[in-house]
């Protein structure tokens, strides 16, 4: 059963923007730490944002400022609003889901992890 979906993406040039959405089941978007971390093939996970079951967010330096994460709980769904984009956030992303908490949403052993989106931003 899939937990996560994804979509949004695409290829924008440098400061635009996109939204990426993660539609989650109910269990997943009530009771677990949600958020985004994006890899280019090859390198390392590096998260991008997360959302606490509590609704705290947390933003990676790279990404403060320009990107938002916000939720719609009518709809379980987790977005993460990009703004002023840069081509070093060219990657692909992913939305992910865990227990444990925001620092291990971009770790290995995440139960769940969406399919991936490409975000493309050229200079």
């Known amino acids: 059963q899939v937990q996560l979906v994804e979509s949004g993406g695409g290829s924008v040039q440098a400061g635009g923007s996109l939204r990426l959405s993660c539609a989650a089941s109910?269990?997943?978007?009530?009771?677990?730490?949600m958020g985004w971390f994006r890899q280019v093939p090859g390198k390392e996970r590096e998260e991008v944002a997360c959302?606490?079951?509590?609704?705290?967010?947390r933003y990676a330096d790279s990404v403060k400022g320009r990107f938002t994460i916000s939720s719609d709980s009518a709809k379980n769904t987790l977005y993460l609003q990009m703004n002023s984009l840069k081509p070093e956030d060219t990657s692909i992303y992913y939305c992910?889901?865990?227990?444990?908490?925001?620092?291990?949403?971009?770790?290995?052993?995440?139960?769940?992890r969406g399919q991936g989106t490409q975000v493309t931003v050229s200079s």
């Open positions: 992910a889901a865990t227990r444990a908490g925001c620092w291990a949403v971009a770790g290995a052993e995440t139960p769940y």
């Open positions: 109910l269990l997943i978007y009530r009771s677990y730490y």
């Open positions: 959302r606490g079951s509590d609704g705290s967010t």
